[in-house]
């Protein structure tokens, strides 16, 4: 089968940066130029630039045993150091580092002198453990400050953390401490979610529960954080409060410098297979590109700006995004505890004009949600304060997009649409504000520094104007450097495809446009192919949701005996439509309408009117298990989704 995905939507809507933009941006078109001149030398310099170094490296890149990567290999940095005891050496210990806002209304400004003496306290508790470089410790906190606090700590003695999603089970956090065996877990009591404590010590205890498995061998402590108040079960000896130990702890604690090379985390991630790959980071290369993309794609002023990156530290944006790069510029952000829509739906709103956020940086499944709501809510509140607006973890609908800029930019601010993976760390294709004109739902140009394509089954680059598989040509410095205990895993997932090449296999299709831009096009695993065409569930979901009464549509390829695979689609109307509309009937417009957007070759055979879709717990469509249920078989393994009732709704209505 051709790997050619053919190309069926036209976006002609462009969007150049204002003069008042780009006079101000960080990004300059000459950054591309220096890149262009000397990747290598360019990565260096932005090393040099953006980083403290306590032993300057002279190595930039050692590729000598691909795929295995060393950046800066000989130099000595302190992650900790960079992103807190050099801001209040500097004279900016007052600034604040993190605006939180828990769910119930409870408010902390800690500044980067107190961040970092929690810091030093939380480091010198580790330590007393007996916690130091290379120690795994196990990380299962709500979004509260204690978990940034505990992630730089463990960077500041040298051990490696695995932060694990607080809304994962018991099951899942085991196999994790297992695969990592860690030494130590750092949890809480609960955390707010929805208006009530959301328990998390009891999947602790469970994780902890079966004698002789690897977690209860290793585990020697749980600490746990006070925050939602209620009683928990106590294990003597093993378990410890987090406060007590703070209390004891001093708050002087020097930053020891560790090698570029040291890892600083493991962060699982699900394939669509087997079980969750450990992906492991390591320092100096990281935190380089954390903080050149905050920098430079975030456009993240750390005297004016206000910055909002609402992920979850379960995700590897809450890493990059929330906790190392926006501290390492040494940014004040907000950090939100709860759910978008707790206490009402307009809370993220109300936190913006509140805090005067003014760079938003979320994910389309947020933004389509919204669309969903409408767009009286976000405009009872006064958002003029944002200037950039961010979106990661999907591709992102045209019309989507126009949206976010629209009801939520005020039709003036740009939008970065940021290509990149848990295994990449940090941003690798996005429009550079200031410099990019953008183009709704285009990732567009990959970052100064960094190679991607688009090229065939056989490696060849495609020419412009096609589709393909994206791939990644060169190292760069905050790739994943293996996966955990598994190199095997790390060789065969990502590089076995194009080893004649030695390209990066990314597992995403994209697209090359006439001007060279790429279109991200989905998972390969999703795509379709109907009478000989591939067609990506992209570019159909998002003609689905150019129509006024689309909120959100998930688009499978069911088993079809004329045309080998038929166009099934899932869609989520908006509010207001429903009301007034049968979905019968707008089921057939809709069709009619894909047809008109985009040819008779995509009009779904089938489309469901939905409540809900089965998403991931970060907010990924599940398309996998849509595809059971578009075929009529059992649907698969639903334990990865964030609402598992979804599926049974789905599969009755359609039955
Ligand atoms: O398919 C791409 C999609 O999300 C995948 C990576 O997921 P994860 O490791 O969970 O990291 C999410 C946060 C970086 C990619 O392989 N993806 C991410 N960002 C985009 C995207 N697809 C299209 N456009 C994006 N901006």
Not at 23 to 42: C, H, I, K, V
């Amino acid at each position: 089968m051709s790997s050619q995905i053919d190309h069926l939507l036209d976006e002609n809507r462009r969007f150049a940066p204002s003069a008042e933009f780009a006079a101000q941006a960080n990004g300059t078109a000459e950054l591309y130029e220096r890149a262009a001149a000397d990747r290598e030398g360019f990565w260096a310099d932005q090393a040099r630039e953006l980083l403290h170094w306590h032993t300057p490296f002279t190595e930039v890149l050692d590729w000598s045993n691909p795929p295995f990567a060393k950046w800066f290999g000989d130099g000595e940095l302190s992650v900790a150091y960079n992103c807190l005891d050099r801001h209040v050496e500097a004279g900016n210990g007052d600034r604040v580092a993190i605006l939180f806002e828990g769910e119930p209304g409870d408010t902390r400004r800690i500044t980067y002198a107190e961040l970092t003496a929690e810091v030093k306290k939380a480091a010198n508790m580790l330590e007393s453990l007996g916690i130091g470089q290379g120690d795994r410790v196990a990380i299962y906190l709500p979004m509260i400050p204690e978990a940034v606090i505990a992630m730089l700590a463990c960077a500041r003695v040298g051990a490696i953390h695995s932060v694990v999603f607080g809304g994962f089970s018991a099951d899942s956090l085991r196999s994790r401490l297992d695969d990592a065996a860690a030494r130590l877990v750092i949890t809480a009591d609960g955390g707010y979610r929805k208006g009530k404590v959301s328990p998390l010590k009891p999947a602790v205890d469970q994780a902890l529960a079966d004698r002789g498995t690897g977690a209860q061998e290793t585990v020697e402590h749980v600490v746990v954080v006070r925050r939602g108040g209620n009683d928990v079960a106590w294990t003597e000896d093993r378990d410890l409060w987090w406060h007590d130990l703070l209390d004891q702890a001093s708050a002087e604690h020097e930053a020891r410098p560790f090698p570029a090379e040291n890892p600083l985390y493991i962060l699982y991630t699900s394939g669509t297979t087997g079980k969750p790959k450990g992906v492991v980071h390591t320092s100096g290369g990281y935190l380089t590109q954390a903080v050149f993309t905050n920098k430079y794609i975030l456009d993240i002023h750390p005297d004016t700006d206000v910055f909002w990156c609402t992920a979850d530290i379960g995700w590897v944006t809450g890493h990059t995004y929330v906790a190392y790069g926006p501290l390492a510029l040494g940014a004040t952000q907000v950090m939100y505890e709860g759910t978008p829509e707790t206490p009402q739906p307009g809370r993220w709103w109300d936190i913006v004009q509140k805090y005067g956020v003014t760079i938003l940086y979320t994910a389309p499944t947020a933004i389509r949600s919204f669309m969903k709501q409408g767009r009286q809510i976000p405009q009872q509140y006064d958002l003029s304060t944002l200037r950039l607006l961010g979106s990661v973890g999907e591709p992102i609908n045209p019309e989507a997009w126009i949206w976010y800029r629209d009801i939520i930019g005020g039709g003036k601010t740009p939008i970065v649409d940021t290509w990149w993976q848990t295994e990449t760390g940090a941003t690798m294709i996005a429009p550079m504000p200031g410099v990019t004109s953008t183009k709704p739902g285009s990732a567009q140009v990959p970052l100064p520094g960094i190679s991607v394509d688009v090229v065939d089954e056989q490696g060849n680059r495609v020419e412009n104007g096609n589709g393909g598989l994206l791939v990644v040509t060169e190292p760069w410095p905050s790739m994943l450097r293996g996966v955990w205990g598994d190199p095997e895993r790390f060789t065969e997932t990502y590089w076995a495809k194009f080893a004649d090449q030695g390209y990066y296999f990314a597992g995403d299709g994209a697209r090359k446009d006439e001007d060279g831009d790429i279109w991200l096009l989905g998972r390969v695993d999703d795509v379709m192919n109907v009478s000989g065409h591939r067609l990506s569930t992209t570019e159909i979901e998002s003609a689905l949701v150019a129509h006024e009464a689309t909120a959100e549509a998930a688009v499978v390829g069911a088993k079809d005996d004329t045309t080998g695979e038929a166009v099934v689609a899932f869609v989520i109307l908006k509010e207001s439509y429903l009301a007034v509309h049968t979905p019968e009937g707008l089921a057939t417009q809709l069709r009619v309408w894909v047809s008109e957007q985009i040819g008779p070759i995509a009009r779904p055979r089938d489309i469901y009117i939905v409540g809900e879709l089965p998403k991931t717990r970060s907010g990924k469509i599940m398309r996998r298990l849509l595809r059971d249920v578009a075929d009529g078989r059992e649907v698969g393994d639903t334990t990865t989704l964030a609402d598992t009732a979804v599926m049974s709704i789905i599969s009755a209505q359609v039955k």
